[in-house]
């Protein structure tokens, strides 16, 4: 008990000393579930559909905007087959749901608000007879007009997509933040070179590879339910969930098996699946299944929020930056999800936090605001706000180092934050958690050759390169933060450790697996890392590059409260001091005398037959948060990755094709636990960046997806993706596990910059507006001639 209550009261120091002995920590070790992904074995939530199941079906708006005036379901119910016909008046509990609000509904009652609101529920024996009761459904509307744009939704006279949303901070803004610091007026009127301008990033969809999907199975001996389901936070499920069924949480439990991809969109999608099985499972009294098809996905699920930047750069002639001043709107969508409310300000923070970048700004003015419309709901995305404002700061900086005839990394290297600078959020940067930044930076240029002049080409292709660089703050404070975990020691010796997180590819099995091995002195081969079920203790979400770092950190805690305990019986039955005993590759020692060396697996039968205890709860929480709304200043993360990028790249002029032939990428990911799934996040991540900034966009008009399949939803293949020349950075974080830092998100935030800059070196034009796409390019080139 005694380690456990100190546990509470440590100073959030993440217990991160390597041990003496064979390192498990820093090796590409392979994955964990590689073998069986490799062989097609691994079962995924739609692989554990059975025959006796019903079918779910989802009625969803016909209009993106409409109130509902009567809705008809008899010929629905008669139809043989039919189980069950669901309308906002047959739920059993709460009509809403969300993360951060519960304002989606799992039936739109009286008004539909995107294409995405379910209006009726049908369960059937099959699919067909549940695609046959969704035509039999008669539902009368009333259309009201659109609002597509958050720049004209936002003004007072505006048509509300909410009558008096609750969370809303007026009309149709759901939340508006402002940062303040310095005199920004005065920095501006006395600065020697002010640049402005306007950027656009689109709304973009996860495309993740797998559908989402729920199980839902009623428990008769407790009444509650079982869902399983791909999801990212399966807490949050339960806690959400729980209300709508009108049932306690302890009668919900959520399973999430290995998940086909999520990067923040399965966050929110599985709310939108397991409220529907769920409530017909009640209803039924049966197992349901529901699965969304692709189109479903696109014209309903989560997006990233488009985004609307005005950025004004103040800056003296010797090239620092002295001033900013911004002014953000991002497109809500229908719903609250993750964009932020009052105490929890989601990606809207984020978004103001970044404006300024990795540089120290004395002064600073960031105005944003998210706003309703009637899209789909925009949600967490790989990056949560960070890539919309690196892409405006990014621009700018390379506007200024044309402005002022400097080198664009000369520039950087002159207004970056380094060690006891502040960001312009009033957070103080130290060397002791991490800041590679000056390092990746060198890095970069040295390997691009960035100082040597670029060959030109003649005729139609155009050749440029460009820079970019970011800071990406780890887990998502002031929303959830911390982690649980269960560690048992086997009586042979073995490890079992429990998390909630979600294995999605990410490689968070391999990793906490050598933690867990690194850290009790085991080998890799003795652990095993069970994920994902809410009867574990709550990890918090799998999101924002966290779980390495904090659910790491509480792996470390519990494996290292069992390896205490079982040195301090070891000691004893040596008849040693505990100091002077260890446990590594499996074996139980007093140091410099390696005669005494016993299997751990003969000593632990010993201890708990002694009533030693051989399971514990593993935790840890990081430094407390703390955001002003006011004026934006506070020190919200515990640590920050940083990195920098260079691309090279050819346009033709004639086709507006772009062509990427280098793609150099450092981050500073504190301690790479394992390089190899390091480097593969960074390859993914800067992919994701790359079809964000040449073809991805949800192309929205009068509220419909004109683009809402995977014909003419374009992303990148293999050929799109350039051979990537990855650098890891480790610049040790002191409140990390053996040092390390998050890496998922952060290789995505830099590149649509760093291609634009690319761009603009090699047309000689500034394109502001992603993507990409040709015919950008040719309109950009016309109208600039």
Not at 430 to 442: D, P, Y
Request: glycine residues 8%; aromatic residues 6%.
């Amino acid at each position: 008990m005694s380690v456990f209550l100190e546990k509470r009261t440590h100073d959030a120091k993440a217990i991160s000393a390597e041990q003496e002995g064979p390192s498990i920590v820093g090796k590409s070790l392979k994955r964990a579930e590689a073998l069986a992904k490799a062989l097609g074995t691994v079962k995924y939530a739609g692989d554990l559909k059975s025959d006796d199941m019903l079918i779910a079906k989802a009625l969803y708006a016909k209009y993106p905007h409409a109130l509902i005036r009567r809705i008809e379901t008899a010929n629905a119910e008669q139809l043989e087959g039919v189980v069950a016909v669901l309308t906002a008046k047959d739920l059993p509990g709460k009509n809403g749901y969300g993360i951060l609000f519960n304002d989606k509904p799992v039936i739109a009652e009286k008004k539909v608000k995107y294409l995405g609101d379910p209006v009726a529920l049908v369960a059937a024996v099959n699919e067909e007879i549940a695609r046959k009761a969704l035509e039999l459904i008669k539902v009368d509307y009333e259309i009201l007009p659109t609002l597509d744009d958050p720049r004209q939704a936002m003004k007072e006279d505006a048509l509300l997509v909410h009558e008096g949303h609750p969370a809303a901070e007026k009309g149709n803004i759901l939340t508006e933040i402002n940062l303040k610091t310095g005199d920004v007026d005065k920095a501006f009127a006395e600065a020697d070179v002010v640049i402005e301008d306007d950027y656009e990033t689109p709304m973009v969809d996860h495309a993740y590879l797998e559908r989402d999907v729920c199980i839902a199975e009623p428990d008769p001996v407790t009444g509650g339910v079982l869902l399983i389901t791909p999801a990212q936070f399966i807490h949050a499920v339960k806690r959400s969930l729980a209300p709508v069924f009108n049932l306690p949480p302890n009668k919900v439990r959520v399973i999430s098996p290995l998940v086909g991809g999520g990067y923040g969109g399965k966050e929110d999608s599985c709310l939108d699946v397991c409220s529907v099985a769920g409530v017909l499972a009640l209803k039924t009294k049966k197992r349901v299944f529901f699965e969304l098809s692709r189109e479903e996905i696109l014209r309903g699920t989560g997006k990233r929020h488009a985004s609307y930047i005005r950025h004004r750069l103040a800056a003296t002639k010797e090239g620092k930056i002295t001033a900013i001043d911004v002014e953000i709107v991002l497109d809500k969508g229908a719903y609250v999800s993750m964009g932020g409310v009052p105490g929890k300000y989601g990606v809207t923070q984020r978004t103001v936090m970044y404006a300024g970048g990795p540089y120290a700004i004395p002064n600073a003015r960031v105005k944003a605001y998210s706003v309703f419309t009637n899209h789909p709901y925009s949600s967490a995305m790989r990056g949560f706000g960070a890539p919309q404002a690196c892409f405006a700061v990014e621009s700018q900086l390379d506007e200024l180092a044309k402005q002022l005839n400097m080198d664009p990394v000369e520039l950087r290297l002159k207004n970056i934050v380094r060690d006891g600078h502040r960001t312009i959020f009033g957070q103080v940067m130290k060397k002791s958690r991490g800041l590679g930044l000056e390092e990746c930076i060198a890095r970069v240029r040295e390997r691009m050759e960035w100082d040597k002049p670029l060959a030109k080409t003649s005729g139609s292709k155009k050749r440029g390169r460009g820079f970019a660089v970011f800071i990406y703050g780890t887990s998502v404070p002031l929303l959830f933060d911390g982690a649980g975990c269960h560690v048992t020691l086997q009586t042979d010796g073995t490890i079992s450790v429990s998390v909630s997180s979600t294995e999605m590819g990410q490689g968070i099995m391999t990793t906490l697996t050598q933690l867990a091995a690194q850290t009790m002195g085991v080998n890799f081969e003795d652990v095993v890392v069970s994920v994902s079920d809410t009867m574990f203790p709550d990890a918090g979400p799998t999101v924002a590059s966290r779980s390495a770092t904090i659910v790491g950190n509480a792996v470390v805690d519990g494996c290292r409260q069992l390896r205490e305990r079982i040195i301090e019986y070891a000691a004893k039955e040596f008849k040693s001091d505990p100091r002077d005993t260890d446990i590594q590759a499996g074996k139980v020692f007093v140091i410099g005398k390696p005669e005494t060396a016993v299997p751990l697996g003969s000593m632990v039968p010993k201890a708990w037959l002694d009533q030693v205890p051989l399971s514990t709860t593993g935790t840890w929480y990081p430094p407390r948060p703390s955001f002003s709304k006011e004026d934006g200043q506070g020190d919200p993360m515990h640590a920050f990755s940083f990195g920098a990028q260079g691309v090279e790249l050819e346009v033709d002029t004639e086709t507006g094709q772009i062509d990427i032939t280098r793609f150099v990428l450092a981050c500073d990911v504190g301690k790479a636990l394992n390089p190899l799934i390091v480097e593969q996040q960074m390859e993914g991540g800067a992919a994701m960046g790359i079809g964000w900034s040449l073809m991805e966009e949800v192309l929205m008009h009068d509220g419909y997806m004109q683009n809402d399949s995977l014909k003419n939803y374009v992303l990148p293949s293999i050929k799109d993706v350039p051979p990537m020349e990855l650098i890891i950075v480790e610049h040790p974080n002191e409140l990390g596990p053996f040092g390390a830092k998050g890496i998922g998100e952060p290789p995505t935030v830099p590149t649509a910059p760093a291609i634009r800059n690319a761009l603009r070196d090699a047309l000689g034009i500034k394109m502001n507006k992603i993507p990409f796409t040709p015919e950008r390019v040719i309109e950009s080139i016309r109208k600039s001639e």
